[in-house]
């Protein structure tokens, strides 16, 4: 009898088939060390290609320590227009995560965790 395996997503994913955007975005990175600038870039890449943020009320708002987002902020990653990386950056740093490594190890945890990447 084969074996049956558990799948677990982390809440950050919320459905898996956002697995694929988030590989296509880490694609990017690909044969670059998996450290703690490449970690926040890869945070920001998500935010920048609207992967990660877009249309999520609770990442536009304060919650816990986090800030909230400007308006304008808002209504860049609301809009159809391009996200440059610079802009991308400045919503990530204005959220002021505690540890804002650990927001691209979380995104990345569900790609690593059910073996569609191996990072170094």
């Not at 799948?7 to 919320?14: F, I």
């Not at 877009?54 to 708002?61: A, K």
């Amino acid at each position: 009898m084969a074996k049956k395996l558990l799948w677990s997503m982390s809440t950050t994913v919320r459905n898996p088939e956002r697995l694929v955007s988030f590989l296509r975005v880490l694609k990017e990175l690909e044969g670059v060390d998996f450290t703690k600038d490449i970690q926040m870039k890869y945070q920001t890449l998500l935010i920048q290609e609207r992967v990660y943020g877009f249309g999520n009320p609770q990442f536009y708002n304060a919650s816990g320590q986090c800030k909230a987002l400007t308006r304008e902020q808002i209504q860049l990653i609301e809009s159809m227009e391009p996200i440059t990386y610079d802009q991308a950056k400045e919503i990530f740093e204005s959220k002021d995560y505690e540890d804002p490594p650990m927001r691209g190890r979380q995104s990345v945890n569900p790609l690593n965790n059910n073996k569609l990447v191996f990072l170094v």
